[in-house]
């Protein structure tokens, strides 16, 4: 008895901070995902009529011969994608026990994420 509280008291808890990045990723990636949400929302707000072309116009937005409409919403959407991999990674890693099938989930939530990162990228991009 005397040892398990010695080493309790004495245990210099300073952890391998895993989830740290995880933690800040989540947090940057939601704050990137809300800027870009206000500007769609005043974009759209301040347009005089909303038909395709208006809204093609917001995501082929050019400064200069940068297309500064569909890298923003390309990080957007890769922002969208980690927050989202983050999450339902948790999800399977918490409530998943056996170790088989978490891996298979997981497999599976990459693939679609990656999947649909590709699908986005293929529609932003041919605008």
């Given amino acids: 008895m005397a040892n398990r509280e010695r080493i309790g008291v004495n245990r210099l808890v300073v952890g391998a901070h895993y989830g740290t990045l995880d933690f800040l990723a ?69 409530y998943v026990k056996p170790a088989g099938l978490r891996l298979f989930l997981q497999v599976l939530t990459l693939l679609w994420l990656v999947a649909s990162v590709v699908f986005f990228a293929k529609i932003i991009w041919s605008l």
């Fill in 26 to 94: 989540q947090r940057v990636t939601a704050v990137i995902m809300a800027i870009y949400t206000v500007v769609i929302i005043g974009g759209i707000l301040f347009s005089s009529e909303l038909n395709f072309e208006t809204w093609r116009g917001l995501f082929s937005f050019t400064v200069g011969s940068l297309p500064l409409g569909q890298l923003l919403a390309t990080l957007f959407f890769l922002s969208l994608s980690w927050h989202a991999w983050i999450g339902v990674r948790d999800i399977w890693m918490d």
